[in-house]
């Protein structure tokens, strides 16, 4: 595995929209996507992943937007330069003990629909992001703690929803979990369920070390600059020539070594994308 994990939001996601303009109402969702990870919901410099840094992302939300044209802010959210971000060693300890699960992830990777799976991330994002969450951790600073819905990459609720069964959840809901209205189709149940199948810890382990380089489904991310492209594809051909401990050493290594990074998103999202999410973010007061 090559590089660090680029500390960005979420996983490279790739609605299918490159090359054309992004709707207005898009840029909130692309920017739940890609940024507020680390960002936060509200722009404010507190995601989930900025936890893991010695030093928080900048709020977005100190006027720092209106100093700069909205073309100069869309090349720097496309082409920008990538800064090294300091980890915190403790945190970095804590991730370390998860090295089975990122490693156990990738393994997968060849195995998992990217094509259903990509429209399920879409509609979860739309759908069940507001009370899941982005990565499905259900944790929000807004809402009781007796209110805070399963971590649906947990094992708890990963034995419990299994093939036609989180397609029932999805569709019709669990005990005390609202359900979606309208109803999801039985197809799109199913992307949905393909996605939540997706969401582990070592799913989001492996977006923060490994997706910025690899991309999120193990191929490297169009427009990914020469300098930074991974010497290997992880699908299973490269998998099964590995011997024995080499993924969980090549892991290892990488967290030990390599420090995290903020990379430009253009291998992520279109210039119509990031111009959509940079005027979401100059209309938050």
């Not at 994308?273 to 938050?284: F, G, H, K, M, N």
Request: proline share 10%; aromatic share 6%; with cysteine.
């Amino acid at each position: 595995m090559m590089g660090a994990r680029h500390w960005i939001a979420w996983i490279g996601i790739a609605f299918g929209l490159a090359g054309a303009p992004a709707a207005a109402e898009d840029g909130a969702m692309l920017y739940r996507a890609h940024c507020a990870p680390c960002h936060g919901p509200e722009g404010r410099g507190n995601g989930p992943d900025a936890a893991g840094l010695a030093h928080p992302p900048r709020s977005l939300r100190d006027g720092f937007l209106t100093r700069y044209p909205v073309d100069d802010l869309v090349a720097r959210v496309r082409t920008g330069r990538m800064l090294p971000l300091p980890l915190d060693p403790p945190r970095l300890g804590r991730a370390l003990r998860d090295i089975d699960a990122v490693t156990a992830y990738i393994r997968r990777l060849p195995t998992i629909d990217w094509v259903e799976a990509r429209r399920g991330r879409a509609l979860f994002l739309q759908r069940c992001e507001g009370c899941h969450g982005p990565t499905g951790e259900g944790a929000r600073a807004d809402v009781p703690l007796d209110r805070i819905p399963p971590d649906l990459g947990g094992a708890e609720v990963r034995a419990r929803l299994v093939a036609d069964r989180r397609d029932l959840a999805v569709r019709h809901a669990l005990p005390g979990m609202p359900g979606l209205q309208p109803v999801p189709t039985a197809a799109e149940a199913r992307d949905l369920g393909a996605w939540v199948a997706v969401l582990s810890p070592g799913y989001r382990l492996y977006t923060r070390y490994c997706a910025g380089c690899h991309g999120d489904d193990g191929h490297p991310p169009a427009g990914l600059a020469a300098t930074d492209r991974p010497k290997v594809v992880l699908d299973a051909s490269y998998l099964a020539r590995l011997q024995p401990g080499e993924l969980e050493n090549a892991a290892t290594h990488m967290v030990l070594t390599k420090k995290p990074q903020m990379p430009h998103l253009g291998g992520e999202v279109s210039e119509g994308e990031a111009r959509a999410i940079v005027e979401y973010l100059r209309t938050l007061p």
